[in-house]
């Protein structure tokens, strides 16, 4: 879009200024030190009507639309340049901001850490019990396998023994070298 | 050579607090402590301040920045305590030569054992066999002052484990991350003070 070309009639209108104010000033020679406060074109030529100019944001023109890219122009009414901070106050502001922020961000941490410490001390303590429960458990079978044992060895043992001896009496196979 | 912006000071004050605690504020004030309208024009010419210089960040006495004024930024090559340089991105990294500015300050401390003083003076990271003591209650990935057991800063670095994790480690385990010891002084000699 082309900028709309704003009036500037000070400077067109310089000469003919110059004239008038030279006529005037013979018949009003008291008052030469105003010269400007006479608008002498009024008479001469009839005011144009000052146009309206629009900004691009009352146009509704899409921002791409234009000759500087979005990202590369600068916001109007800033200062140009970077804005230092040397002065001790406004330091020490920034400082008590990063230390505050610091401060949280261990703290959280600490918290964080002494939770999860909690949690791996209670799943340890979990773990431990179930070892134990699970070694007694197996105290328990061992006892009672070595108890059946002991009942079986009371009363089947003997009987074992005297059938096999007398087996072993008749059917075993002798061999003698003779 | 110029002073900080907002964003650049936050950033290298952000960096700086991971290692040290409240007391960074010394850094800033004077070592007297007077109130500002009763200061000479000495003790304003004696405060430290932060120059930026070739994306290299220098700690220094306000009279040092002032006379320094006077040199051509292309001459001008080091002033003051380098404490470390901006990247590219923005970010901040602290160099060894920041050691002396934060070691006073220092939250959390790791002490090295003279056993474990050369291999981490040589670029290795702390492991647990080589700790002599450590800071109580300190969290994981927090920086740390590393010194021998002399109190001697040797560099710094960051908490692999919170301390409460690293008494179950096993000795060869990593307890600290080096991100700086002063052996760089002489293993990075060539690019230490001058890019």
Not at chain 2, 26 to 32: A, D, E, P, V
Request: glycine fraction near 6%; hydrophobic fraction near 30%; charge should be positive.
């Amino acid at each position: 879009m082309a900028p709309i070309p704003k009036n500037k009639p000070s400077s067109k209108n310089g000469s003919k200024k110059d004239g008038v104010t030279k006529a005037l000033s013979k018949k009003s020679k008291n008052r030469l030190s105003k010269p400007q406060t006479i608008k002498p074109q009024k008479s001469h030529v009839p005011q144009k009507k000052k146009k309206r100019v629009y900004t691009e944001k009352e146009l509704g023109i899409p921002k791409l639309n234009m000759i500087t890219p979005v990202g590369v122009e600068k916001p109007k009414g800033k200062r140009k340049g970077k804005v230092f901070v040397d002065d001790q106050e406004s330091m020490m502001t920034i400082l008590a901001m990063v230390n505050a922020d610091k401060e949280g961000q261990i703290e959280s941490k600490m918290i964080k850490a002494r939770q999860l410490e909690e949690i791996r001390e209670a799943r340890r303590k979990e773990a431990e019990a179930r070892q134990v429960e699970k070694r007694s458990k197996l105290e328990e079978t061992k006892d009672s396998l070595r108890k059946k044992r002991n009942r079986q060895s009371d009363t089947a043992i003997p009987l074992v023994d005297e059938s096999s001896t007398a087996k072993a009496k008749s059917t075993r196979k002798r061999v003698s070298f003779r | 050579m110029r002073p900080l912006t907002d964003t650049e000071t936050q950033t290298l004050f952000s960096k700086l607090a991971n290692y040290t605690g409240r007391s960074l504020t010394h850094l800033i004030t004077s070592s007297t402590s007077i109130p500002a309208s009763s200061k000479s024009k000495k003790d304003e010419d004696n405060r430290h301040v932060f120059r930026l210089h070739s994306s290299r960040v220098y700690y220094l006495p306000l009279y040092l920045a002032n006379l320094a004024t006077s040199i051509a930024r292309p001459n001008l090559l080091s002033l003051g305590t380098c404490i470390g340089k901006f990247t590219k991105t923005g970010k901040f990294r602290l160099h060894i030569t920041a050691l002396d500015v934060i070691a006073p300050h220092a939250r959390y401390k790791v002490w090295v054992k003279p056993n474990g003083e050369m291999p981490f003076l040589y670029g290795g990271n702390v492991v647990k066999a080589h700790v002599g003591r450590w800071s109580e209650d300190c969290p994981e990935h927090v920086g740390v002052v590393v010194y021998d057991m002399k109190d001697v800063p040797l560099g710094f670095g960051v908490t692999a484990r919170s301390t409460a994790e690293s008494r179950r480690l096993e000795p060869t385990g990593i307890v600290t991350f080096r991100q700086a010891d002063i052996g760089e002084y002489l293993r990075d000699e060539d690019t230490l003070f001058a890019t």
